[in-house]
T-cell receptor, first 112, second 113 residues
């Protein structure tokens, strides 16, 4: 069964600290993996996309990693800001299919 | 650059009433999707469309119908609303290439009393 599991469910950190969010997937055939950020009351917005051959991709203070062997991805946020408070959703696309598998998200709270 | 626009943003219905949610995209995307998002459940696919005039069922299609008469619009209909359909509904679109991300609207918050 195609699944995307994210951990932790929620996380609270102080402003300026770093954090790492995890995503484990059992998806086949795997095409690519994306991380989305969803602010409260808004739709998700794409942060990064990673294909099978990519290990690391950065977008400002966000760095995503992908280990295709262990089927794990992480999203690292550096020097967190209050505006990073949001839900972060891991999403997998399947090859040659219209299916997109969503994780349930990690809710991140940044405290001043 | 409007992107994906959903109307209405909020709606309260009584059980048994019907309504249509409208999604419009101005990016000439082939694919369009309707999702519902409930607490602790993540996004679940209701219906999707791979092009004008075509629709397909997703993970949770029961109680909903859709139409894609024009490439830029994707309509989601509730024929007889039920309290279990209280949710936030998101529309998304993307081009044919999976190398490009989905673009989401900001959602329609629907309450069924």
């Amino acid at each position: 069964k195609n699944q995307v599991e994210q951990s932790p469910q929620s996380l609270i950190i102080l402003e300026g600290k770093n954090c790492t969010l995890q995503c484990n997937y059992t998806v086949s055939p795997f095409s690519n993996l994306r991380w989305y950020k969803q602010d409260t009351g808004r739709g998700p917005v794409s942060l990064t996309i990673m294909t099978f051959s990519e290990n690391t991709k950065s977008n400002g203070r966000y760095t995503a990693t992908l280990d295709a062997d262990t089927k794990q991805s992480s999203l690292h946020i550096t020097a967190s800001q209050l505006s990073d408070s949001a839900s972060y959703i891991c999403v997998c696309f399947l090859v040659g299919d219209d299916k997109i598998i969503f994780g349930k998200g990690t809710r991140l709270h940044i405290l001043p | 650059n409007a992107g994906v626009t959903q109307t209405p943003k909020f709606r309260v219905l009584k059980t048994g009433q019907s309504m249509t949610l409208l999604c419009a995209q101005d990016m000439n995307h082939e694919y369009m999707y309707w999702y519902r998002q409930d607490p602790g459940m993540g996004l679940r696919l209701i219906h999707y469309s791979v092009g004008e005039g075509t629709t397909a069922k997703g993970e949770v299609p029961d109680g909903y119908n859709v139409s894609r008469l024009k490439k830029q619009n994707f309509l989601l209909g509730l024929e007889s609303a039920a309290p279990s359909q209280t949710s936030v509904y998101f529309c998304a679109s993307r081009p044919y290439s999976t190398a490009q991300p989905q673009h989401f609207g900001d959602g329609t918050r629907l309450s069924i009393l």
